[in-house]
Nanobody
Framework: QVQLVESGGGLVQAGGSLRLSCAAS????????VGWFRQAPGKEREFVAT????????YYADSVKGRFTISRDNAKNTVYLQMNNLKPEDTAFYYC?????????????????WGQGTQVTVSS
């Protein structure tokens, strides 16, 4: 079974950048699609970005397109989320998740392995 651990969250001013990491352990990671989701206080969890198992295909929520970049290094068992030009509305708890579905997906219910999350706070 794969375990996921997120890191890289923190407090940043609006317009700043952060890079989140999602490190996998337990078994090979390169057969899983990986997504990032976030949840702000009082709001439902929402999709942010996803990358397929090979890293060739990515997909982003409209709210982060052009500002966030998802990537992966299967040799290091790690997926990254580079977040630039951060806005206060990006403040949330960010989770990475792995899916073994046939196609990569934005649907959180199709991700069967979740990390504990990391807090991102963007001040105005």
């Amino acid at each position: 079974q794969v375990q996921l651990v997120e890191s890289g969250g923190g407090l940043v001013q609006a317009g700043g950048s952060l890079r989140l990491s999602c490190a996998a352990s337990g078994r090979t990671f390169d057969s899983y699609h990986v997504g990032w989701f976030r949840q702000a206080p009082g709001k439902e969890r929402e999709f942010v970005a996803t990358i397929n198992w090979s890293g060739l295909y990515t997909y982003y929520a409209d709210s982060v397109k052009g500002r966030f970049t998802i990537s992966r290094d299967n040799a290091k068992n790690t997926v990254y989320l580079q977040m630039n030009n951060l806005k206060p509305e990006d403040t949330a708890f960010y989770y990475c998740a792995a899916s073994d579905w046939a196609q990569f997906t934005t649907t959180s219910g199709r991700y069967n392995i979740w990390g504990q999350g990391t807090q991102v706070t963007v001040s105005s």
